[in-house]
């Protein structure tokens, strides 16, 4: 085995601990066994694309060097280590797999930090060593894009390194800029992958068809319930720095919320 250079990406989930605390003390409320066990699939799997077989499935015209991305997910407890080959399609499919992973909890109330580098690695499904995967492990923690103040440690986002930001400014086709766009915020010094996208999409429909406010209503409905699932999180969070956490969700979601219900007022003043 030869250490790869790979784009590599480690992932957490917030609160964890405490979840497992309330698991083993019981009682009214306390998470069940099987509910965490679920909660750890979103990480998903190495085979869940099928990368081998159909080949990338986000810009799949774009460029890469093997057919099966070199993709690996290894999971250990409440974090994954997530991991392909350095090339257009690669980098993308990795961040839509990100992505996924934090749309995933977002929609049962939980949130995941994490952060995406550049760097040698071995990765096997059940196995990683390598400076690419200690790079990533350590950034993780720093996380400070959408920093409220110097307290605010550890944003709940999955950050992404400034040299894998530039690799797809300068080595990437247009198609993949653009998704990356989507998948992606930033708020002027640092970049990350959010879970946020889907839901701030406008219907692929004109303004005037009757069913466009009817599935704009439906997101913000969707936006309502997401938001009391993360206030009972927050009246379960063991600290203030896990609820500040869980305030940056909040926050988007009702900026979200606040786009959307401008899109209905849009589309009412064109009626009139």
Request: glycine share 6%.
């Amino acid at each position: 085995m030869t250490f790869d250079d790979k784009f590599v990406a480690f992932v957490d989930i917030l609160g964890f601990e405490d979840l497992v605390e309330r698991a083993e003390k019981g009682g009214p409320g306390a998470p069940t066994v099987g509910f965490i066990f679920e909660l750890l699939k979103s990480f998903g799997s190495s085979n869940e694309e099928n990368y081998a077989k159909f080949g990338p499935t986000v810009c799949p015209k774009t460029d890469f060097i093997s057919k099966d991305l070199n993709f690996h997910v290894t999971q250990i407890s409440d974090c994954a280590v997530i991991s392909a080959e350095v090339s257009p399609a690669e980098v993308i499919n990795l961040i839509d797999h990100c992505y996924k992973v934090s749309v995933r909890l977002l929609k049962v109330g939980h949130q995941c930090r994490g952060y995406l580098t550049r760097g040698p690695i071995i990765h096997t499904d059940s196995q990683f060593i390598g400076s690419g995967y200690v790079r990533a492990y350590k950034n993780e923690k720093k996380v400070s894009i959408f920093q409220k103040d110097e307290s605010d440690r550890g944003t709940p986002f999955i950050g992404i390194d400034p040299e894998v930001c530039s690799y797809i400014s300068k080595e990437c086709d247009e198609t993949v800029k653009k998704v990356f766009g989507r998948l992606t915020e930033t708020d002027g010094k640092s970049t990350a992958v959010t879970p946020f996208f889907a839901l701030r999409a406008m219907p692929d429909m004109p303004l005037d068809d009757p069913e466009y406010k009817e599935q704009v209503g439906r997101t913000i409905q969707i936006i309502q319930m997401l938001l009391t699932q993360l206030e009972r999180a927050k009246a379960n969070a063991e600290d203030d720095h896990a609820r500040a956490k869980i305030e940056h969700y909040e926050k988007k979601l009702r900026d979200v919320i606040a786009m959307k219900e401008s899109q209905i007022k849009m589309v009412d003043d064109l009626q009139q």
